[in-house]
């Protein structure tokens, strides 16, 4: 069987590392943590609060939490409830 090998920009392609890289671009897509923040809430003498939105259900997070759930940890990793949406 012949491989075509291509040099392109000084990296190796061929269809199966292609595929493999595809493959794996996909799988991390997929474990990445969708976050949204819907709202920030400001108050004299107090840290900002912002609510989230996380795989479908809504947090009420400090700056703290924010940051971990933007690194990539998971609510329930980090103690949070979800909230009503009611409000």
């Known amino acids: ?9 000084g990296y ?6 292609v595929a493999r890289q595809k493959a794996k671009r996909a799988a991390v897509a ?9 709202a920030k ?7 900002p609060k912002y609510r989230v939105l996380v795989r479908g259900k809504y947090h009420d997070v400090g ?9 990539g940890r998971t609510p329930n990793a980090i ?3 979800p909230i009503d ?3």
Do not use: H, W
């Not at 069987?1 to 920009?9: A, E």
């Not at 190796?12 to 590392?17: G, R, V, W």
């Not at 474990?31 to 923040?37: A, N, S, V």
């Not at 700056?63 to 690194?71: E, G, M």
């Open 1 to 9: 069987m012949l491989r075509f090998v291509l040099r392109v920009g």
């Open 79 to 81: 103690g949070l409830t």
């Open 12 to 17: 190796l392609s061929c269809p199966n590392y």
């Open 41 to 47: 809430r400001f108050k004299t003498g107090a840290e």
């Open 85 to 87: 949406e009611d409000e």
């Open 63 to 71: 700056p703290r939490a924010l940051t971990f759930l933007q690194a």
């Open 30 to 38: 997929q474990t990445k943590l969708q976050l949204l923040i819907s």
